[in-house]
């Protein structure tokens, strides 16, 4: 072996030892380190799992191209994730708490707190600019509490640590314990559908209560649309092409309001046991199948309608659905599905066979 490779793996060696010692100090900064849940990196956070004493437990991912999971089956929900990790980079402590006040902090925080544990990509070996061997670590796990008398702090505690702070956002005017939900509605995309024209087979619009407006669409080569009429199968050579064409384009981006899936099981059963008013399936071209079926939101007292004097027995603004083969209860908007629950007649009006 020649000196130059003798040197070479010398060199190595010694930055490998280097580097270990480096590694090994920041871990015994154990002051610092106690006193510091804020990770200004967040693009390098790769995972979050949050769990409470009531055996709630939330895994947020972020997969390869980006996009952030939630317990391995959903997507989470872009805008409450980056409001997390903007809160994450963000948190400072503002004071520790009073030794009068510690021994029932940390009873509060052993009865009632969420546990953080943030993962995030680091190197083994960091030279300069240069980084080897990538690996997954645990950045930071502490404890979430409740907030302060004032509501402009909160408590926390980090792990291996016995004197718990008071943490807050500079600059927010209230307290971030709400921000480290475990419910799973509060990370839930709240997407029905979400596909563009070329994804799209075909959607079928159904009424049960009007069969003669129910229709069926169907994208013919990506180039052109079929129209079906349900009733009597018949494709429709006379319609609307451009608000046909509006119609399928719609389906972009429809979401729902609020997930009602903890609402009490005799009450979901009697708002979906009468006729749904609308039913709308899409297939996509990949073979997967995606509905919803809608069903009327009663008011709590009927109303005077003020412009034709009638009684209203229904929300005008709001209704529920059963969606995802009815694995979810939904709170959805006329608003928003307007759009896409639109009658045969609205395409073919003023038009003959």
Aim: proline content about 4%; glycine content about 4%.
């Amino acid at each position: 072996m020649n000196k130059t490779k003798v040197t070479l793996i010398i060199a190595v060696i010694l930055a490998i030892i280097a580097s270990l010692i480096v590694f090994n100090k920041s871990n015994t900064t154990l002051g610092k380190d106690l006193r510091d849940f804020s990770i200004s990196d967040t693009a390098s956070i790769t995972k979050i799992f949050m769990s409470d004493k009531s055996d709630r437990s939330i895994l947020l991912e972020r997969k390869s191209d980006g996009i952030w999971m939630m317990n391995q089956r959903y997507n989470a929900h872009p805008e409450n994730i980056n409001t997390f990790l903007l809160t994450v980079s963000n948190l400072a402590v503002r004071e520790p708490v009073a030794k009068a006040a510690h021994n029932n902090i940390i009873t509060l925080l052993s009865a009632r707190s969420v546990k953080v544990e943030i993962y995030q990509n680091s190197h083994r070996i960091k030279i300069g600019q240069y980084k080897f061997f990538p690996y997954e670590k645990m950045a930071k796990t502490y404890y979430i509490g409740d907030a302060t008398m004032d509501n402009n702090g909160t408590y926390a505690l980090m792990e291996g640590s016995n004197s718990p702070v008071v943490l807050y956002m500079p600059g927010l005017r209230g307290y971030v314990a709400t921000r480290f939900s475990t419910l799973e509605t509060n990370w839930r995309e709240h997407t029905v559908f979400n596909k563009r024209f070329p994804e799209i087979d075909f959607i079928t619009v159904e009424f049960p209560d009007q069969s003669n407006e129910s229709y069926k669409v169907v994208n013919k080569d990506n180039s052109t649309l079929e129209l079906i009429r349900l009733m009597d199968n018949r494709t429709l050579t006379s319609f609307d092409t451009l608000q046909l064409m509006g119609f399928v384009n719609a389906f972009r981006n429809i979401r729902y309001e609020a997930l009602f899936n903890d609402m009490e099981p005799h009450r979901k059963d009697s708002i979906s046991g009468v006729t749904p008013m609308h039913i709308i399936t899409l297939q996509a071209k990949d073979g997967t199948v995606q509905n919803i079926r809608t069903f009327p939101r009663m008011l709590p007292e009927p109303e005077i309608d003020v412009f034709d004097g009638s009684t209203v027995y229904h929300d005008k603004d709001r209704m529920y659905a059963y969606i995802n083969d009815d694995e979810d209860f939904v709170l959805i908007q006329y608003f928003v599905f307007d759009k896409i629950l639109r009658p045969l007649s609205s395409f073919t009006q003023r038009r003959t066979e």
